[in-house]
């Protein structure tokens, strides 16, 4: 693929990228101007930032003390071990999973993935250093020019910038680990023709993941609330969450198109040659298993740490602006890691306990419906979860006073905000079932029309899938934070600000921060779920790439080793229908994670708000579709979220072109009974390029993009980032649930009806090719481009206030026309440097 000038490109189209050749000499010169001009004129501003707000003294008893006379810093320690705790778990879980017996040729397999998975992982570990380059250089110019800062605390904000990617990054590492431990075990115990330990596997790796991930991340928040100077810690708050942003957006842009590329490549072989799903002679399975990771796993785990950690950094922000009196914002900030503290507990708790009765229920049983014990987790942490909820609670502000005055119901108020969001945890996935599972009239209806229709009608019913889900998922996160604001209205409204108009705005915020706190509550277990979909699908891809059927004397060899009888048909069976469930409960997460983006984000963009309004006291006519930049940005920030979609899939496009255009002339089915490593090699090597090309391109366009719309006008990026929010929820649902739908209908195409090599096959392929794109590329992305566009634009409008204050317009208008003229090159480039052409129009 050549992305120059194409000798058959109209001139138009000439001269248009010759000029975006010298915008693109603009990028560093602007940054350069930003820091060596902007800067200084920032230097004494008065204006107050977020970044300079200083959290309470948490030792001093005399402030708030919990239980008798300990000090919130005390019992947040405590926090630590259970942290620890946590990792030991999850350490503990991967050491049993990586003493499973396995056969050699799995096992073998399993460690070519993993292999394949960890030369992307450093190649894209690479790639994420030179994007923290673009943002430490704003955060240089900030916290050093603007806040004068001393060297040494603008090191460790940075430093934490650097910590937040390196979790996202570690923990994503350690998913792809476990997972290709897992993938291998997994297949060899389906040969058993039990199904039992085909779901305990995927789920005891996934817990692992979960586990491991939050205790990660609230273990580096405690050390930030617990051992940073009170007067950097929120500085480092905002490092450590932008480090965490960046990290999740570039691991999930790269991981979605990356998988897609392998899984579309793969699959159009089915149909093009006949051949049956992961045949070892086609070069794409492997990177099509190691894309799985990348995809969902990598991606999923880095959005997962990320998406905890923001909505964390939203909801403390919010407290240290909102809430004047001391004593209460520690009693909030209290309250708040320690009921995030518990639920990493109520996770452990909850998943021991159901595979208790998953064993009792399942464990003897030769077929069961294996979404029914991941439905149960679910549902068992969701219960648990609320009963710790009021308990905690209780004990901690049961007995909550200002100022002399108690307040004996809002321990149970804000119990009711919390667990409006752990059910949503647990509602949400069962409306995204009835849309994406094998078992959902949805997914049947598909497959009935495809039997009529072929890939047309496959493709319209999964668009209306897609569609549907999306009202529903939309009337009930409406619904539930409608129900958070009514509760918020009472005593929370009388403690939060002393003025009363204020305050029930600030109240009604911080509820709907709540619940995307409650989103997030049984976190390890959202995660785990989410994580048995790779495992379940390597797991089919490993069965038949070790090709045991064919190992001399294996049966005799598993007796004596192992000590059962071979049953292959079953195996292939039960590893097929497991796919089906993970497929369903991979989708079932990702709207959970959206969910979070979105309203976390409204804290967040409150935050902006309040800062932007001196508190709430001026400016407020701005905040109005009679303010036409205010209305400009609403409308701008929907056009971000369909340029995304478009640009992430066109990436997808091109890139699988090229892996179909390679496969297909070097799969060799007469010769070979497998491909050989250099063609596998060379199509992850397809993959590999095109996912960083186009998460390059959409990382630069957000990133210059972000600055863009800050520098325009405040109020501007306000009306921004609302409709980035919004219009980016309803995309990325309607997205998710349509891809869930025709991947399912395949399933069932497949395992049901066996029908295989049929046209009804062939369609069903199709739409699957159609959603492959939409359910794990475009909409599963916007998530942590939603936070990171928050976050990082949180510094770029505090620049852009400070330099209009200096009276410095025509730098502020001047560095906004730059840095969108470098945003429309990337968004250009996103599209036409990545169109599919033909070799023979190359030059």
């Not at 990493?344 to 399942?362: C, D, E, H, T």
């Not at 003897?364 to 308990?391: H, Y």
Request: charged fraction near 10%; aromatic fraction near 12%.
């Amino acid at each position: 693929m050549t992305f120059g000038t194409s000798a058959h490109a109209p001139s138009w189209l000439n001269l248009v990228r010759n000029l975006f050749d010298l915008v693109r000499h603009l990028q560093v010169t602007s940054l350069i101007a930003l820091s060596a001009i902007s800067f200084p004129a920032l230097a004494n501003t008065g204006h107050v930032s977020e970044a300079d707000l200083v959290l309470p003294n948490l030792s001093d008893t005399s402030l708030v003390a919990f239980l008798g006379n300990t000090s919130g810093w005390t019992l947040l320690s405590y926090g630590l071990l259970v942290c620890i705790g946590g990792l030991i778990f999850g350490a503990v879980i991967y050491r049993q999973i990586f003493n499973l017996p396995v056969h050699r040729s799995m096992a073998e397999v399993s460690e070519l993935i993993y292999e394949t998975c960890k030369t992307y992982m450093i190649t894209q570990g690479k790639f994420l250093l030179i994007l923290e380059a673009f943002t430490a250089v704003i955060m240089i110019g900030y916290f050093y020019f603007v806040q004068h800062l001393a060297v040494s605390s603008v090191a460790l904000i940075l430093i934490f910038s650097l910590v937040g990617i390196a979790g996202s990054f570690m923990v994503a590492w350690f998913g792809i680990r476990i997972n290709t431990l897992a993938n291998s075990r997994t297949a060899f115990a389906s040969l058993a023709a039990k199904p039992y330990p085909v779901y305990a596997i995927p789920i005891k790796s996934g817990i692992s993941i979960g586990m491991l991930l939050i205790s990660t991340e609230l273990l580096i928040m405690l050390c930030i609330m617990l051992f940073v100077p009170a007067d950097l810690s929120g500085k480092c708050f905002i490092g450590f969450a932008i480090g965490e942003s960046l990290g999740a957006a570039a691991l999930r842009i790269a991981g979605g198109i990356f998988t897609k590329i392998a899984d579309i490549g793969s699959d159009l072989m089915k149909i093009e040659f006949g051949i049956q799903e992961d045949d070892a002679r086609n070069p794409g399975v492997i990177a099509d298993c190691a894309g799985d990771n990348a995809g969902d796993s990598v991606g999923p785990t880095a959005d997962g740490f990320e998406t905890y950690g923001v909505t964390g950094v939203a909801l403390i922000s919010f407290i240290m602006l909102a809430v004047p009196e001391p004593a209460v914002q520690v009693q909030l900030l209290v309250w708040l890691f320690a009921m995030r503290i518990m639920m990493v507990i109520a996770s452990g708790i909850s998943y021991l306990g159901n595979q208790v009765m998953a064993k009792r229920l399942y464990g003897d049983k030769a077929r069961f419906n294996f979404e029914s014990p991941l439905t149960s987790l679910v549902w068992i942490t969701s219960v648990v979860s609320l009963i710790i909820t009021f308990i905690v609670s209780y004990l901690l502000m049961g007995q909550f006073t200002v100022n002399g005055h108690a307040y004996t119901n809002l321990w149970w108020q804000l119990s009711l905000i919390i667990t409006l969001g752990t059910l949503a945890g647990a509602i949400i996935p069962e409306v995204v079932k009835v849309f994406t599972s094998t078992h959902s009239k949805h997914v049947r209806e598909v497959v009935t029309a495809s039997e009529a229709g072929g890939a047309s009608l496959n493709i319209l019913s999964g668009l209306v899938a897609g569609y549907f889900s999306a009202f529903w998922i939309g009337v009930i996160i409406v619904g539930l934070m409608s129900g958070a604001y009514l509760l918020s209205q009472y005593e929370l409204t009388t403690v939060i600000n002393p003025e009363y108009v204020k305050a029930t705005m600030m109240a009604a915020v911080f509820s709907f921060g709540l619940v995307a706190f409650g989103f997030l509550g049984m976190g390890p277990v959202t995660i785990a779920v989410d994580s048995y979909g790779p495992v379940t699908d390597n797991a089919q891809s490993v069965y038949e790439l070790s090709m045991i059927e064919q190992v001399p004397g294996i049966e005799a060899e598993v007796k004596r080793d192992y000590g059962f009888d071979l049953n292959f048909r079953t195996a292939k069976f039960l590893l097929e229908e497991n796919d089906g469930a993970g497929n369903t409960f991979k989708a079932t997460a990702k709207p959970v994670l959206i969910g979070t983006a979105v309203v976390g984000a409204t804290t967040m963009v409150f935050s902006i708000v309040m800062l932007l309004t001196s508190g709430l006291t001026e400016n407020l006519e701005m905040l109005s579709l009679l303010h036409p930049p205010f209305l400009l940005g609403l409308i701008s920030g929907g056009a971000t979220i369909f340029w995304f979609s478009g640009a992430s899939t066109q990436a997808v496009s091109t890139g699988a072109y090229r892996a179909v255009e390679f496969i297909s002339t070097h799969i060799r089915l007469d010769e070979v009974v497998q491909a050989s490593q250099k063609d596998s090699k060379k199509v992850v090597e397809i993959c590999t390029i095109y996912a960083q090309k186009g998460m390059f391109n959409i990382f630069m366009a957000v990133f210059f993009g972000t600055l863009a719309c800050a520098f325009i006008e405040p109020f501007f990026f306000i009306g921004y980032l609302i409709s980035l929010a919004i219009i980016g929820l309803y995309q990325a649902v309607f997205m998710a649930n349509a891809g869930g739908a025709w991947d399912n209908a395949k399933k069932i195409v497949e395992t049901e009806m066996h029908a295989k090599g049929t046209d009804l096959h062939n369609a069903s392929v199709v739409g699957d090719t159609v959603g492959d794109p939409f359910k794990d590329t475009a909409s599963v992305a916007m998530n942590p481009i939603i936070k990171f566009t928050t976050l990082f634009g949180l510094l770029a409008v505090e620049m852009a206030v400070g330099l209009f204050a200096q009276g410095q317009q025509t730098v502020v208008y001047a560095l906004a026309a730059i840095f969108l003229a470098i945003n429309l090159f990337f968004v250009f480039r996103s599209f036409y440097g990545m169109r599919i052409i033909a070799k023979k129009e190359v030059v």
